[in-house]
């Protein structure tokens, strides 16, 4: 094991792999920016450096600080988290080239899972299911339309690069297409250095729904079953639970074993997660694959009693897998509200600045993963998740009720957070029958009157 990793990230996240470093008996090393001079998990980690000013340009996303502080350390591995320099490949290969071990996977690895068209041709030969579309990069408006024949309309082009929503255009004609693949590959060209484009089958109602892996260096990987996360707004999860409801045990098995068959063909190491949309009749189509820890991963935590963040840090330090796939099995529900610091009913509008009054939920089932505490003054250059409440009931309806529970004992204040939009959507009919799809909490913010047909 190491004896010392360097933590590249912020909040709760630091937080967590803090938490994780010190039960393997590993000393923490967390860099930070001037603006999180006073950022609580500092207090926890055994040493900190200032790797520079607030933007995360200057600071987070700056890797020859980081590696800078790593060298000085004498740290032997860095973690990078979540978001800022977690699936940047260029990173990861400058870890390599300076000896220090990047706790998740090759900078091979994630390229060729992280570019979307070599993932896409990953998954096919690995038997995960994907969308039907080309094959490959698109090279001609001819290519496109031909394939949207064969398809059948609407279609949508994605950049090969892209992610996250970003670089996609859904087509309904020959003409749509033509402009959505021009548009498209010239705003992928621009923001990734990359313009290759490919066209889809495009699915107008879906789940979000997807697979936690994790490798081993020694050509293991597993699957830790599925989560939920259809309840979005503009790409960003506001819910998220597991395992994924109403599912046939063989389609989720099935589904399950062929993304830790992709991981293990890639030959990852560390955690990763294969996001999949699945219609109403219950077939699934790989989206992308996530290349690092994710926020959402208590929801996995708590339904199989796995520690992904303790797992990432073995794996990297060339341990073995300490579970296989036989030891698996999951036990109850668990829902994961992201707490972020916005007013639902501006907008959304960041709410930087004081917060003077914290005090978390407790009790049987109940998990919060802050960096928060009273008299935190949250900075403004950075993500709006202060925290993450986590529920684990004996199935779905016992969660719900013990989350709602959670959420009327929390006290956040005088910033507005998203939680009072969780009471309303964990409230709403959709939700507690589960019958909504990744449109539909901005649908229900678009038409508040039609709460009417909500529950309470
Ligand atoms: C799609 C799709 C429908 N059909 N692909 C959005 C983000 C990126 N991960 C892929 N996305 C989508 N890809 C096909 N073939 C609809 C979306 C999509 C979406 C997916 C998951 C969660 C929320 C979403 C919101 C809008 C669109």
């Known amino acids: 094991m190491?004896?010392?990793?360097?933590?590249?990230?912020?909040?709760?996240?630091?937080?967590?792999?803090?938490?994780?470093?010190?039960?393997?008996?590993?000393e923490t090393v967390c860099v930070f920016s001037e603006a999180d001079r006073d950022g609580p998990w500092l207090e926890q980690a055994d040493h900190t450096i200032?790797?520079?000013?607030?933007?995360?340009?200057?600071?987070?996303?700056?890797?020859?600080?980081?590696?800078?502080?790593?060298?000085?350390?004498?740290?032997?591995?860095?973690?990078?988290?979540?978001?800022?320099?977690?699936?940047?490949?260029?990173?990861?290969?400058?870890?390599?080239?300076?000896?220090?071990?990047?706790?998740?996977?090759?900078?091979?690895?994630?390229?060729?899972?992280?570019?979307?068209?070599?993932?896409?041709?990953?998954?096919?030969?690995?038997?995960?299911?994907?969308?039907?579309g080309s094959a490959d990069?698109?090279?001609?408006?001819?290519?496109?339309?031909?394939?949207?024949?064969?398809?059948?309309?609407?279609?949508?082009?994605?950049?090969?690069?892209?992610?996250?929503?970003?670089?996609?255009?859904?087509?309904?004609?020959?003409?749509?297409?033509?402009?959505?693949i021009r548009t498209a590959s010239q705003e992928a060209a621009a923001a990734f250095g990359n313009g290759a484009v490919y066209v889809e089958k495009f699915l107008e109602h879906a789940r979000h729904i997807e697979?936690?892996?994790?490798?081993?260096?020694?050509?293991?990987?597993?699957?830790?079953?599925?989560?939920?996360?259809?309840s979005q707004r503009r790409h960003q999860k506001l819910i998220e639970e597991g395992p994924a409801p109403g599912i046939k045990d063989s389609i989720r098995d099935a589904v399950c074993v062929s993304a830790a068959d992709l991981i293990r063909n890639a030959k990852y190491c560390g955690a990763a997660t294969v996001e999949f949309l699945m219609d109403r009749e219950q077939n699934f189509y790989m989206l992308e694959v996530n290349t690092r820890v994710q926020v959402e991963h208590p929801v996995t935590e708590a339904i199989t009693g796995v520690d992904i963040v303790k797992e990432s840090i073995l794996v990297a330090a060339g341990e073995h897998l300490s579970v296989s796939q036989g030891d698996i099995s999951?036990?109850?529900?668990?829902?994961?509200?992201?707490?972020?610091?916005?007013?639902?009913?501006?907008?959304?509008?960041?709410?930087?600045?004081?917060?003077?009054?914290?005090?978390?939920?407790?009790?049987?089932?109940?998990?919060?993963?802050?960096?928060?505490?009273?008299?935190?003054?949250?900075?403004?250059?950075?993500?709006?998740m202060i925290g993450k409440l986590i529920v684990h009931g004996r199935d779905r309806t016992e969660a719900i009720a013990k989350m709602q529970s959670a959420i009327a004992e929390f006290r956040v204040g005088p910033?507005?957070?998203?939680?009072?939009?969780?009471?309303?959507?964990?409230?709403?009919?959709?939700?507690?029958?589960?019958?909504?799809?990744?449109?539909?909490?901005?649908?229900?913010?678009?038409?508040?009157?039609?709460?009417?047909?909500?529950?309470?």
């Open 50 to 132: 200032c790797i520079g000013p607030g933007p995360s340009v200057d600071s987070y996303l700056r890797i020859d600080r980081i590696i800078s502080a790593a060298e000085t350390s004498h740290a032997e591995a860095i973690h990078p988290g979540y978001g800022f320099l977690a699936e940047n490949n260029e990173f990861a290969g400058v870890c390599r080239d300076c000896n220090i071990e990047f706790i998740g996977p090759s900078p091979e690895a994630m390229a060729l899972l992280g570019d979307k068209i070599s993932c896409k041709r990953m998954a096919r030969e690995a038997g995960t299911p994907v969308f039907p």
């Open 211 to 230: 697979v936690q892996c994790l490798g081993d260096s020694h050509g293991n990987s597993v699957h830790l079953y599925n989560r939920d996360c259809t």
């Open 415 to 456: 910033i507005c957070t998203t939680l009072s939009l969780h009471r309303r959507l964990l409230a709403a009919k959709p939700f507690i029958e589960y019958d909504f799809d990744i449109h539909w909490v901005e649908r229900l913010l678009a038409a508040p009157d039609a709460e009417s047909s909500l529950l309470t």
């Open 330 to 384: 999951i036990t109850g529900h668990a829902i994961e509200c992201r707490v972020n610091a916005e007013d639902p009913d501006r907008n959304f509008m960041p709410q930087p600045g004081l917060v003077e009054e914290f005090m978390v939920p407790g009790g049987f089932g109940i998990r919060v993963d802050t960096h928060v505490r009273s008299g935190y003054r949250i900075p403004p250059n950075y993500d709006s």
């Open 2 to 26: 190491f004896n010392r990793i360097l933590i590249a990230n912020r909040g709760e996240i630091a937080l967590r792999i803090i938490r994780a470093a010190r039960e393997l008996g590993c």
């Open 137 to 180: 990069a698109i090279e001609d408006p001819d290519e496109a339309i031909e394939v949207a024949r064969s398809i059948g309309f609407p279609v949508i082009v994605k950049a090969s690069a892209g992610g996250g929503g970003r670089g996609m255009r859904i087509a309904r004609t020959d003409e749509e297409l033509v402009d959505g």
